[in-house]
């Protein structure tokens, strides 16, 4: 997976990886 940084949840193309975000950046 690509570097996700802030905001790149809030583009649509990552819509999907929206439910996977919030316990993406929570272990970040």
């Known amino acids: ?3 996700v940084k ?6 649509r193309r990552h819509k999907k990886i929206l439910n996977q975000a919030k316990g993406y950046y929570g272990a970040r």
């Open 6 to 11: 802030r905001g790149v949840v809030a583009r």
């Open 1 to 3: 997976m690509a570097r």
